[in-house]
């Protein structure tokens, strides 16, 4: 029952809400992995558009940065339609809110609608520890009531579907203590609620397990370990409860962002601190290295501002017997002039008739830059020896329109150069060059060589024999330029 449950809430589209705003918007809510081809709303309905007209204005969904393309339209229904597999973690991890940016476009003329999917979270998606086993070397003459963080069990679903809450196996000596953090995360501490006697029990196992809040319920465990020794009664301390740096991205590797350090009053084994991340996401995990004795962090992948702009890991000292303290790590990176604007041509009329007006709208630009601020701010260009020029529009789209008349029998293609650059410093830029054809219209007539043939003719000549040649000629293209000649009715000396 409880699989029948879990698989109509997956195929079941739990929200629709349609927002018609002031300037044409729409937003939708939707489940995350709803299977392709389903259909998230009629977006035509909702936009009040013309389902017969979708077609002829080459109605479909552009993504904001010209990323993954999750969701199309049907143009016979109007019907928004699921196009990619939409996963809420892959998308938006844990944050609490999961908005997909979409672009409605038409033309003719240009219209745009800001499309924004709400992805509702599904409980696929069990707890988990970061370790296989959590080992612990706790001595004998701990006292009742002495605590050893557990940590906690991460899962990448959100809400109610996140991690609940924790449970023990039921043993002698210790017990669960379970603690929310700011957040709104739970973690859990094992508590000693009977002294431990080495000489009774050196080892001990426990079963600990964490478990969701879903429907159905998913849960994870990890084994703790126990061994019993004998006394080390200080922490190591961090000279810092949270450590702050700030790295440029494109750094490269080896480049030290910060030092931590700790420090322990107990002697010998007891006071050898070793450091290590407590916590670091897939993505994140082989991006800096931690010098476990040195404290050192340094650079150990891509620094990347447009995919990560900020980090914050949690990091840990341990002495030579297993007591552990934290501290926080938050590295911010700053944005580095490292993409050039990209040029999308999204429509292109051609070949366009040599009589368009001037003002006519024969194409449709989009300029991107993964860069922030005025690294990211995009100027447009276009040679200045031909007839078009470029009108900003819509966000960042662009317009290229005629300015003056066309003639094809002087020139019948153009290649056009357009160049975007941004403000950074030093300035990027890129280039892209647009073919356009200049289609013939039967704008000129045949003119003949001669403004009058004259011809002398022998009597008594033969029927079909030739008087003389004339000879026109029409500068337009294949059949408007085509010359056929004949004789108008007339007469001489009173004979046809």
Known sequence: ????????????VVIFLALHLVHGDVS??????????SVIGNIAKDLGLDLGRLS??????DTEDNNVQYSGVNLSTGDLIVQERIDREGLCAKKASCVLKQELVLENPLE?????????????????????????????????????????????????????????????????NVNTKAGGR???????????????????????TAFDGGSPQRSGTVVIHVT???????????????????????????????????TDADEGLNSEITY????????????????????????????????????????????????????????????????APVIYLKSLSSPIPENVSPGTEVGIMNVQDRDSESNGQVRCSIQQNAPFKLVPSIKNYYSLVTTGQLDRELVSDYNITITA??????????????????????????????????AYVTENNKPGSTLCSVSARDPDWRQNGTVIYSLLPGEVNGAP
């Open 1 to 12: 029952m409880g699989n029948n449950r879990f698989a109509l809430l997956r195929g079941l």
């Open 28 to 37: 939708y809510s939707i489940p995350e992995e709803m299977k392709r081809g």
């Open 56 to 61: 002829a204005r080459k109605a479909r969904i």
């Open 112 to 176: 745009l609608h800001r499309v924004s999917i709400r992805v509702e979270d599904i409980n696929d998606n069990s707890p988990q520890f970061k370790e296989e086993s959590l080992k612990f070397e706790i001595q004998e003459s701990a006292d009742k009531g002495a605590r050893f963080l557990l940590g906690e069990a991460h899962d990448g679903d959100i809400g109610e579907n996140a991690v609940q809450g924790y449970s023990l196996q039921q043993n002698d000596h210790f017990k669960l």
């Open 186 to 208: 739970k973690y859990c501490e094992l508590v000693l609620d009977k002294e431990l006697d080495r000489e009774d029990k050196t080892e001990i196992m426990l079963l600990l």
């Open 228 to 262: 019993v020794l004998d006394a080390n009664d200080n922490v190591p301390v961090f000279s810092q409860t949270v450590y702050k740096a700030t790295l440029p991205e494109n750094s490269p590797l080896d480049t030290l962002v910060i030092t931590v350090s700790a």
């Open 276 to 339: 290590g991340f407590d916590h670091v996401s897939d993505e994140n995990s082989n991006t800096f290295s931690l010098h476990p004795k040195t404290g050192e962090v340094k650079v150990a992948g891509t620094i990347d501002y447009e995919k990560v702009s900020s980090y914050e890991m949690q990091i840990s000292a341990k002495d030579g017997l297993g007591l552990v303290s934290y501290a926080t790590l938050i590295i911010e990176i700053t944005d580095i002039n490292d993409n």
């Open 421 to 454: 650059t941004d403000e950074g410093s030093p300035p990027l830029s890129s280039s892209k060059t647009v073919q356009l054809s200049v289609a013939d219209i039967n704008d000129n007539p045949p003119v003949f060589e001669e403004q009058s043939y004259s």
